[in-house]
């Protein structure tokens, strides 16, 4: 009995961690991410922190094949989950910024992957690819969070943040991962506002991106269906 238990159990692990059960992370820890913004504990920020170190494990297994690239995305994982650790007992502007700078890059190096391998041709169009779209969307804007992040640490006043943010640490995280969010999707509600010239330019590009996104990219996955569908042999037309 236990040992069906502990084979249930690696099989649970191994599909969280493979690529098709990636995106069961990215909906937790962007639950988690709306949890954090709106409860302000220790032991709910405690739990994000949680989800972000599962949630980068999983991104290095699902990255590349390649071992170089794993080892490289390997290191900025360890240093991005040892720096978020830290930053609840030792929130120094340093250990903030270098941790935020670590997780900034490898969520670039994870999006221009799920990119790749949800956009190329060579495979046909699943319910797991279509879920990968909804993810890489996901990944943009979470990635666009810690942008602004660090972008609030190495230009300090860039934003124009509520009045009970402004010395508050431990919810500016949340703060700009809900701003990328509020900017992707357009809606501008004004309650965070980029002043800086640098910090306005990042919301813009991320803003047409939000808008082209699903015109292109999206609308590609439709033409590689129907391009699959009509190379396919002896399927019926719809």
């Not at 692990?13 to 302000?40: H, R």
């Not at 900025?76 to 929130?91: D, E, F, G, K, Q």
Request: charged share 15%.
């Amino acid at each position: 009995m236990s040992s069906a238990a502990g084979d249930m159990i690696r099989r649970f692990f191994s599909y969280c961690l493979g690529q098709q059960g990636l995106w069961i992370f990215l909906v937790l820890l962007f639950v988690t991410q709306l949890v954090g913004s709106t409860i302000d504990s220790a032991p709910v920020r405690l739990l994000t922190s949680l989800f972000l170190s599962l949630f980068l494990i999983a991104g290095v297994i699902n990255l590349s094949p390649r071992p170089t690239i794993r080892i490289l995305a390997g290191l900025l994982v360890v240093a991005a989950i040892v720096l978020r650790m830290l930053r609840h007992v030792l929130p120094t502007p340093g250990i903030i910024g270098w941790g935020l700078a670590a997780a900034l890059l490898f969520m670039i190096f994870l999006t221009v992957a799920g990119i790749d391998r949800v956009f190329r041709d060579d495979r046909p169009v699943t319910v797991n690819r279509v879920i990968g779209a909804v993810a890489v969307y996901l990944l943009f804007g979470l990635t666009w969070g810690y942008l602004y992040g660090l972008i609030d640490q190495l230009l300090p006043g860039a934003f124009n943040l509520p009045a009970h943010e402004e010395f508050a640490d431990s919810g500016r995280s949340e703060s700009f991962t809900y701003f990328s969010f509020i900017t992707l999707t357009t809606l501008g509600y004004g309650d965070i506002t980029p002043v800086h010239p640098v910090a306005r330019m990042f919301a813009v590009i991320q803003a047409l991106f939000g808008q082209l996104y699903p015109a292109t990219l999206l609308a590609r996955l439709v033409s590689l269906e129907m391009t699959g569908r009509q190379s396919a042999p002896g399927e019926p037309r719809k």
